[in-house]
């Protein structure tokens, strides 16, 4: 017998050994269940050791489960230190004295065996077994150890934890278990492979814990009417494979940073609706060789992607099924033509009623066709970029500086792009590549006031403020222009659709990208071996799916249809003249409204339409002075040579105006004069005062006058006109009238506080 100070001394050194013994973790490597947003589960991976075992906190437990586990297999957990005396010698008198076999584990008890793979059949077997629990009590808390028998209890073949056996057999989250799901749990990991799934030996034992739950504890009505109502269990084989392409990108992004739960963006309702669409769609044009598709769907009011289809089925080995499309670089054809007008407007180029020439043009060695093999002559940026045009793309991109289209295709994080001189200006025209994920990214500055915000895939991604590639302006007036873009059925839209459409080199790639409400989607159709096909036309074969799906989000979302949304501040209404998009002078016989951003939109008088005096007798132009008996005003359209022979060329009658040789301008009067402000003299305006205006005034025989600050339009008025500039310095005024005639001078501003 060993001596009280021996004794003591072996306690100490046990105590010791207990408090810096190296603290193993309880956790081990699990599943991952990677979640819809609405908590649904989309896939459910194995651990390493190939078993279904999602580890997680007790917290994220149903306080209802832990009640009925402990119920169920320890009422006195809380107060043994890991061994249970009563019910040892309980189990040993019944077992061994011939009544029936009785088990006296506690769940640390059985923890134990779990964890360190005991047989606990033999007397050997169960000493250690006792002996390590006594350990783990040592070592652990309570809530740490029933956390780990919960994430370890066996479930039936390769399950364990009740985390996995609630999504596997009731497809819920462990916390959202009703009494009936938690009684069902409790009781299973006695006889796992008895009572997997519903037989008579999972009710009995329910029914059992049932009993006794109402005997320990009260229960609601609700509770009671919920056990009366039968209890459907899923099987292992009917464990949900939902977004495959969408689940595996999600794996392999988060894998560096492991998780039991990945609570993602996608909307399972969206998902379903996006697959049924492209089955469908696709079963129609199988005869045409169509016969794969990919589509996405990003909310731009907070950026998630909520429905990806990265094939037209994953299981088709014969189309590369299981090949996630949304990831592959392919060419865009002309998807990225909005974003070259949305910089042109943001750059002063252009406005959307400008008028930009579609002739045959050499832009250095390269010399673009269209994809009709057509040329139009003129129309408007607008018409220009729904047409989708390729000569007034081209051109438009050739003006761009600060950022050029390449510098703005980099900084909005398209990446693996060659060099600028490798494209050249093809890349306006799909010369480069980019992945259907970058284009639906394009696509959200666009509908984000002209701000690139990172793709949000998983719910606890904040959403980011992101950075300013396009002004609002320019973001809204592209769209703007898009949304005039006719559907190719006819029909109507019940949301505000903006889109276009692309069709690649040798018709490989189909594609419809655009706005639908608050959403932005873009689809693909195509062969993913790159195989040709005259039917992949992006207006025929994608915009038509496009359209199904945009029609479709307006059903299933109604709660989601957006309020029109105003035009920004910082753009303004102007009249022009239809044929040559400026400022109409008294000639033109036909205006228009548009919009344009003062200070940056290019505007002037109009000179397209002037008025020649024609001898009714000989029907030539005639000089000053005129006879009235014999001479009448007649307006010509004085177009540029090539564009009058383009108009010849392309069948579109054009009067062609006379051949003049005298000067008309002195018979329609005198050119405008300014006479305020004054010459040489500086303006003081003081900031405390928004009421102080500088006045504008001229002389003149024209009754309307147009006055320009630089190259903002100040506005139209048949008097003076009130100026209050907004920047100190040097200011060139410029006086137009309704004929083309002008006067400019230098005024300086001072301002004071």
Not at 116 to 133: D, E, F, M, V, W
Not at 423 to 439: C, D, I, N, R, T
Not at 533 to 541: H, K, S, V, Y
Request: proline fraction near 8%; charge should be positive; include cysteine.
């Amino acid at each position: 017998m060993l001596k009280p100070r021996y004794l003591i001394l072996c306690l100490l050194l046990g105590g010791l050994l207990i408090r810096y013994w190296p603290h193993e973790p309880l956790a081990v490597a699990g599943s991952t269940a990677v979640l819809a947003q609405d908590g649904k589960l989309l896939r459910l991976t194995l651990a390493p050791d190939q078993r279904y075992r999602l580890w997680l906190p007790l917290e994220q437990f149903s306080p209802t489960l832990i009640t009925a586990v402990k119920l169920q297999e320890d009422r006195w957990f809380y107060w043994h230190l890991g061994l249970n005396p009563v019910a040892l010698l309980r189990a040993i008198t019944e077992t061994y004295g011939g009544g029936a076999k009785q088990g006296a584990s506690t769940l640390t008890m059985q923890l134990a065996r779990l964890k360190y793979r005991l047989n606990t059949k033999t007397p050997s077997g169960k000493l250690r077994q006792i002996t390590l629990a006594l350990w783990l009590e040592a070592r652990y808390s309570k809530h740490d150890i029933l956390e780990a028998y919960l994430n370890l209890a066996p479930y039936g073949r390769n399950i364990e934890g009740a985390a996995a056996a609630s999504l596997v057999y009731f497809g819920k989250a462990p916390k959202l278990l009703t009494l009936p799901e938690s009684l069902t749990l409790a009781v299973i990991p006695q006889q796992p492979n008895q009572r997997l799934g519903s037989g008579v030996s999972l009710i009995d034992a329910r029914q059992r814990l049932w009993q006794r739950w109402q005997a320990a504890y009260s229960a609601s009505p609700a509770q009671i009417q919920l056990m009366t109502l039968p209890l459907p269990v899923k099987r292992l084989e009917q464990l949900p494979f939902r977004a495959p392409h969408w689940v595996e990108q999600r794996l392999v992004d988060e894998a560096t940073h492991p998780a039991a739960t990945l609570n993602t963006t996608l909307d399972l309702q969206l998902q379903t609706l996006l697959e049924k669409h492209i089955q469908q769609y696709l079963a129609q044009t199988r005869s045409r060789g169509i016969n794969n598709a990919v589509a996405m769907l990003v909310d731009s009011r907070d950026q998630s992607v909520r429905a990806l289809v990265g094939s037209a089925d994953y299981f088709n080995a014969s189309i590369s099924g299981q090949v996630n499309g949304s990831l592959a670089k392919r060419s865009p054809g002309s998807t990225l033509k909005p974003f070259i007008y949305a910089l042109g407007l943001d750059q002063g180029i252009i406005h959307p009623s400008s008028i930009l020439r579609d002739t045959p043009s050499a832009f250095g060695p390269y010399q673009p066709e269209n994809f009709d093999g057509r040329f139009v002559g003129p129309l408007s940026a607008t018409d220009a970029l729904i047409k989708s045009r390729n000569i007034p793309a081209v051109w438009l991109a050739s003006q761009l500086k600060n950022p050029s289209f390449y510098d703005f295709l980099q900084q909005a994080g398209i990446y693996k792009l060659q060099s600028a001189e490798h494209y050249g200006l093809a890349l306006v025209l799909g010369g480069g590549e980019v992945s259907m994920v970058e284009l639906a990214s394009l696509y959200t500055i666009l509908a984000n006031d002209g701000r690139l915000k990172p793709l949000r895939y998983l719910k606890d991604t904040p959403p980011s403020k992101g950075e300013v590639l396009i002004s609002e302006q320019a973001s809204w007036l592209a769209l703007n222009m898009l949304s005039k873009n006719p559907r190719p059925d006819g029909g109507s839209n019940a949301w505000p659709v903006a889109f276009k459409t692309g069709t690649s080199w040798g018709f490989r790639d189909a594609w419809t990208a655009g706005t639908v409400g608050p959403y932005v989607l873009v689809v693909w159709l195509g062969n993913f071996d790159g195989q040709g096909n005259p039917a992949l036309i992006g207006l025929e074969a994608a915009a038509p799916l496009f359209f199904r799906i945009a029609d479709a989000l307006a059903l299933a979302k109604p709660a989601d249809k957006p309020i029109p949304k105003r035009p920004p501040s910082g753009l303004s209404q102007i009249n022009i003249c239809t044929a040559s998009g400026e400022l109409p002078n008294t000639w033109c016989p036909q205006q228009s409204s548009t919009w344009f951003i003062p200070g940056k939109s290019p505007i002037r008088v109009s000179r397209l339409h002037q008025p020649v005096q024609i001898d009714s007798q000989t029907g030539k132009a005639v000089c000053p002075p005129y006879n009235p008996a014999r001479t009448k005003t007649e307006v010509f359209e004085f177009w540029s040579s090539d564009m009058a022979r383009l108009f010849k060329e392309a069948g579109v009658p054009r009067r062609t105006p006379p051949h003049i040789d005298c000067n008309f301008a002195a018979a329609n009067g005198e050119a405008p004069k300014i006479s305020t402000p004054l010459a040489g003299l500086a303006y003081t305006l003081r900031l405390s005062r928004p009421d102080e205006t500088i006045a504008l005034q001229a002389a003149a025989s024209s009754a309307q006058l147009y006055w320009f600050d630089n190259q903002l339009y100040l506005g139209k008025t048949s008097s003076g006109l009130a100026w209050r500039p907004q920047t100190a310095g040097w200011h060139q005024l410029t006086v137009v009238d309704d004929e083309g005639r002008s006067d400019s001078r230098q005024v300086r501003v001072e301002l004071l506080p």
